[in-house]
Each structure stands twice: as structure tokens, then as C-alpha cells.
């Protein structure tokens, strides 16, 4: 059987038919196409499928579809504005905040959230804020940095 839900999508809304156990990254991947949201782990340790719903981070390799319903969902593809990236995105340009890719969106939306609620964290912040976002490829040096420049801690 499967149930009918409407949410926003990057400011888009969406009305579909789906599964009760069908998961909200797959929502987003495979119904809508935005696969910038990645799944890593499959059990909400890694962060690479970390999106914002109702402004609030959450995993969605976790989140059941359902669930969605009537939420407003953010995904690193609805983070530039008017095709202008956000500070958090450039930053993590410039200073190289990212290798593989996997996990960067998860990290650019984590830290996009974070900036949101505490606009000049310490290093200590950040890095218990991001503790839920991992990264195989980094040391996570230039992901502190990328989030420290884009709070305008660093040039």
C-alpha cells in the first residue's frame, strides 16, 4: 500500500505516492533526482545523507518518507541562492574543504546549520557540532577551516 504525501523540496513542493517503508534519501535520490544527498552507511552514523527538514538537520537514510510529510526538506542542492553560492559553499572551495565528495554535502549542510544558530562557533564548537558528519578522506583540518572562513574567522 502506499500513502500519499506532499513536502517541499528546495522550496519546490511535491506530491507523491509512496511506500511506508521507503526512506527519504531514496525520496530525494530516485523520485526527485537530486543526488547530491548521499547514502553512506545506511544506519545515520556517516552524515553524508545529512539534509535540513523544518530547518532542523537530520539523517535521511534514516527518515522514513512518511515522516517528510508536510515538512519543508533542504538539500545541498537548495543551498545557493539565485545560483549564488552560500559563504559555507565558497569556503569550502577555497580552502579545500572537501576530497572525494562523498561526504561533503552532508558537511556543507551540517555546517550550514550550524552557522545558522551560532554565526561565529570556536573550534571547539564546530568540531562537537560536525562530530556526526565523517570524513575518510580529510583530516578534517580544511573542513574546520572551510567552516571558520566562512564564519569570518579566517581569510
Known amino acids: 500500500m502506499k500513502y500519499p504525501i ?18 527519504l534519501v531514496d525520496i530525494l535520490r530516485y ?3 537530486l543526488t547530491g544527498t548521499k547514502e ?4 545515520g552514523v556517516c552524515g553524508a545523507c545529512t539534509v535540513l527538514m523544518d530547518d532542523a538537520i ?3 537514510c534514516l527518515t522514513l518518507g512518511v515522516a517528510a510529510n508536510g515538512k519543508a526538506v533542504v538539500t545541498v542542492e537548495g543551498l545557493a541562492q539565485n545560483e549564488e553560492l ?3 559553499q565558497q569556503a ?7 576530497q572525494c565528495g562523498i561526504c561533503t554535502p552532508g558537511q556543507v549542510v551540517a555546517a ?17 557540532w560536525m562530530l556526526g558528519n565523517l570524513c575518510r578522506c580529510t583530516g ?12 569570518g574567522q579566517k581569510a
Do not use: M, R, W
Not at 553512506?40 to 544506519?43: A, E, L, M
Not at 578534517?140 to 564564519?151: F, G
Open 6 to 23: 506532499t513536502l517541499t523540496v528546495n522550496g519546490q513542493q511535491h506530491s507523491l505516492e509512496v511506500e511506508p517503508t521507503k526512506l
Open 31 to 33: 523520485d526527485l533526482g
Open 40 to 43: 553512506g552507511c545506511s544506519v
Open 58 to 60: 537530520v539523517s535521511s
Open 86 to 88: 552560500l559563504p559555507i
Open 92 to 98: 569550502f572551495i577555497d580552502h579545500g574543504g572537501f
Open 112 to 128: 550550514k546549520a550550524l552557522l545558522d544558530i551560532n554565526p561565529n562557533p570556536t573550534e571547539a564548537e564546530i568540531k562537537d
Open 140 to 151: 578534517y583540518y580544511k573542513i574546520i577551516e572551510s567552516i571558520q572562513a566562512a564564519a
